[in-house]
């Protein structure tokens, strides 16, 4: 496996780069904001994720460690190859793309090409657990903005015993509840377990 490379770029395409590495030169694709960084001529490292085919061997290039893990785990997703996790990070920041997923944000998710609404979805619940940490917006208050105190609710009530379609409902009947600034987490949660009581 080929984590990353560094030499001097040979050639920019609009979708891929040539490096040197070692008088051999290695055709890597990369998303357009990685692109932008590279010159012609230039030393260059970029992290890298090889796919293997029956029939190739495809080096996708990164400008962050960060990127390059974010691209590997939308592959876990059913439906979702290394073009369309490629496509993900050209259109949005692996930030962006983390709190979408974490606040269930389809809007945001179907504004990459060949994301639709049921391909959204899928990547919500497939991945929603597994996304890692998600940083706030600027500005906003922690475990508020962009679906976070969602996810910690949800977490929070699945610690407690509840099941899964349990902890979603709950989180989606508190959060009809909420009528301009959003209370803390704690209060949410209990909250969220006071409508459970009541179903049980």
């Known amino acids: 496996m080929i984590a990353s490379v560094r030499g001097v770029v040979v050639a920019v395409a609009p979708d891929s780069a040539v490096i040197e590495v070692g008088g051999v030169g290695l055709q890597v ?11 012609t001529g230039a030393e260059a490292r970029l992290y890298t994720s090889m796919v293997v085919r029956e029939d190739s061997l495809t080096l996708y290039g990164f400008a962050d460690d960060d ?33 979408a997923i974490v606040g269930g944000d389809l809007a945001t998710l179907t504004r990459v090409p060949g994301i639709g609404k049921k391909g959204a979805e899928k990547l919500v619940v497939e991945l929603r657990d597994r996304i890692g940490p998600v940083p706030l917006a600027d500005g906003a208050p922690a475990g508020v903005l962009n679906g976070a105190w969602q996810e910690q609710v949800r977490q ?3 610690a407690l015993g509840w099941s899964a379609a349990q902890a979603e409902q709950a989180v989606a009947a508190v959060a009809e509840t909420i009528d301009g600034d959003v209370p803390p987490v704690p209060v949410l949660l209990r909250q969220a377990i006071r409508l459970l009581g009541r179903t049980r």
């Open 29 to 39: 694709q990369c998303a357009p904001g990685t692109l932008a960084g590279l010159r």
């Open 67 to 99: 990127e390059k893990h974010l691209f590997e785990l939308l592959q876990t997703a059913s439906g979702v190859g290394p073009r369309l996790a490629q496509a993900v990070l050209a259109v949005h920041s692996p930030d962006v793309v983390r709190r």
């Open 156 to 158: 929070g009530v699945l």
